[in-house]
């Protein structure tokens, strides 16, 4: 995954390569890249540019040089969230992760769990992980530069580990750099946070999605459908997760609406709770954010707004039935609802009470609605 083929994200591309070529690099750089907008790719590079140079580094691209091969340097070190595993460290899987970052850069913490076993276990990153690493950073730089330790999945760390890691952010060797990437914020130590130069990454621009679909000829795909992300993209690419999301959406909103009524949709809810919460954190959060899109795409429809609403079905499914339902009485109380949750399973609560909780909601906030 090279520089140019890191899609948008300009201001923070000439950003690294400003700090790197004048050597005023922070010793801890912290990505929050919430839904796939570029973070492991940037973090990529510029951990590949503050081992090699930049010219160093296209030098050996023009050469042929892979991927793979470059971050194969001793000087560089990789942790992310593996199975919790006494006897496995984040180095075991190394094949498994240069797979994974050459051929889906712009995974989630759940796609990169799929390629090591199963993607409904949680990844974490243990105190086991950073004591490991405590051991080899102080060695010396194995061709004599600087030593870089890329950090993907910071908010995956349990409070024994990030203790351990604040440690090191606080006094790092010299010349060693940490360049990390987290989802949530809310998930890390405040002490952390504060220790790092921090840069929220915002949607791919429009214009990159647009001649992204049009180079690769994704024509199944509306612009709007990708929100900025082309994790998006893949998603509906290689598999068919959104239309389940839908699915999902759709019946819980029906159920709410018909319970009232029959006794047995009631049942039916908590059978849906059952079955959502079977579907692992990361999918469970990635349908709560699918979620969140559906609400407003349906409050722009019912204001008559359907160009820029961000909606497009794989279940034939019309957004106008549903529009009157979504409105200004109950619109951000769903968002709330929903993006609110998404911060608790990030944080390990009880995904049936959480369910169970959006179920009792989701029938209140549609008695709000306006017939």
Aim: contains cysteine.
């Amino acid at each position: 995954m090279y520089f140019n083929n890191i899609i948008g994200q300009d201001k923070i591309k000439k950003s690294i390569d400003e700090m790197c070529k004048n050597m005023y690099v922070p010793h801890c750089q912290l990505f929050i890249d919430k839904i796939g907008y570029g973070g492991l790719g940037l973090a990529l590079y510029f951990c590949l540019q503050l081992i090699y140079g930049k010219e160093n580094l296209e030098r050996h691209i023009l050469k042929g040089s892979d991927i793979k091969t470059l971050l194969q340097n001793p000087d560089l070190k990789f942790i992310y969230p593996i199975y919790s595993n006494k006897n496995k460290l984040s180095s075991d899987y190394l094949k498994e992760w240069l797979f994974f970052v050459e051929k889906n850069v712009y995974g989630s913490y759940g796609d990169w769990l799929k390629e090591i076993g199963d993607e409904n276990k949680e990844g974490i990153i243990s105190v086991t992980e950073i004591e490991n690493l405590q051991n080899q950073i102080n060695l010396k730089s194995f061709f004599g530069g600087n030593k870089v330790v890329l950090i993907w999945g910071l908010d995956k760390m349990n409070l024994s580990a990030s203790n351990k890691i604040l440690k090191l952010l606080e006094e790092p060797p010299k010349k060693t750099f940490f360049i990390m990437v987290a989802e949530d914020s809310l998930s890390l130590l405040p002490t952390i946070y504060s220790r790092c130069q921090t840069t929220y990454l915002k949607p791919i621009e429009d214009s990159y999605i647009k001649e992204y679909l049009k180079k690769n000829n994704i024509e199944k795909i509306n612009f709007n459908t990708a929100l900025g992300s082309l994790r998006n993209i893949n998603t509906i690419l290689n598999n068919d997760f959104f239309s389940k999301y839908e699915s999902l959406i759709i019946e819980l909103l029906r159920l709410s609406f018909s319970s009232n009524k029959k006794k047995e949709d009631t049942i039916q809810l908590f059978d849906w709770v059952n079955k959502v919460s079977l579907m692992g954190n990361e999918k469970i959060k990635a349908f709560l954010y699918y979620s969140v899109n559906f609400f407003r795409s349906a409050f722009l429809v019912n204001y008559n707004l359907e160009k820029i609403a961000p909606f497009e079905s794989s279940t034939n499914f019309s957004i106008k039935n549903l529009s009157p339902y979504i409105n200004k009485e109950n619109f951000k109380k769903f968002v709330v609802l929903f993006e609110t949750s998404q911060n608790y399973i990030q944080q390990n609560a009880n995904k049936k009470m959480l369910l169970t909780e959006i179920v009792i909601k989701t029938k209140k906030l549609l008695s709000l609605s306006k017939n």
